[in-house]
């Protein structure tokens, strides 16, 4: 995985908005234990920048919109 201490202090691309495990928790109306939960079993894309995990909102809507009344349960998407 690629830090932000290897590419410097490189701007965050435009359109881009970044979310928190604490947002995450929110738009999906579920606790944040299970946030960490749908991360461990790879259901939700993320990057690491230090000790903080972060969410792309242009990738995360989709699967909220996906998410229907059975909680998010979409095939596994690969953390690169």
Known sequence: MNTNKEHGDAPMPQGVTLLTDHDIA???????????????????????MGVNSYYV??????????KGSKGLQAAPVENR
């Open 57 to 66: 909102q242009e990738v995360i809507v989709p699967l909220l919109l996906a």
């Open 26 to 48: 929110k738009l999906f109306k579920v606790s944040l234990s299970t946030v960490y939960r749908w991360r461990k079993q790879k259901l939700l894309p993320y990057f690491e």
